[in-house]
């Protein structure tokens, strides 16, 4: 239904996807390379931001819905839990942003983890600084990936509390120690 209201898709890449011209090349290569750290520090996520205008007509969410599962951001194989894609859609004629993830990440990201990265990107946002815009709302998907590393073993019951917690206190003990001796 979406591609009958929408048309066809365009191919987008990764990471970067201005299909309005409005990033710089020194621009691009910047937000690409805040991008290109969060990567390699999560490696099996892929990160795409798209920058585009949305028809006037066309509402956000199901516009960046068709966008995501339309634009070739993402390959054939990676269907389902395997689709750990985040897209970052930036709308350029209303400065809104809106975000989507692949079904591999949500059971690990929630609604305000991703809020939390639309905010880092807000303000850079309305001043039309769509590079920065990028990087902040990269470098909060990372702060957030970082802290979702350290809920996750507990939240799945992976780690036994009362092991972790004596790793812990172990760790401050020795750390007391080493004090001590300075």
């Known amino acids: 239904m979406a591609d009958r209201t929408f048309g066809i898709a365009p191919a987008l890449q990764r990471p970067i996807a201005d299909m309005t011209g409005v990033l710089g090349t020194f621009s691009m290569r910047r937000a690409a390379h ?5 990567e390699r ?5 892929r990160i795409a931001a798209v ?14 819905f068709w966008l995501f599962n339309r634009g070739s951001l993402s390959s054939a194989v990676e269907k389902g839990g395997e689709n750990r894609l985040v897209m970052l859609l ?4 209303s400065d809104r942003a809106i975000t ?3 079904y591999g990440l949500e059971p690990f990201m929630q609604e305000a983890h991703l809020q939390s990265c639309l905010q880092a990107a807000e ?30 073993p507990r939240q799945f019951g ?13 760790g401050e003990e020795a750390l007391g120690m080493a004090e001590n001796r300075y």
């Open 34 to 38: 805040v991008i290109a750290e969060v």
């Open 123 to 152: 303000q850079p946002l309305r001043r039309r600084r769509y590079a920065q815009a990028i990087e902040s709302f990269a470098r909060e998907l990372d702060r957030q990936l970082v802290e979702l590393c350290r809920l996750v």
């Open 51 to 64: 920058l585009t205008e949305v028809p006037p007509q066309a509402p956000l969410l199901p516009y960046a």
């Open 90 to 93: 930036m709308d350029t004629s």
């Open 100 to 102: 989507m993830l692949g």
């Open 158 to 170: 992976l780690v036994d509390e009362a092991q972790w917690l004596n790793a812990c206190a172990a």
């Open 41 to 45: 520090r999560f490696p099996q996520l």
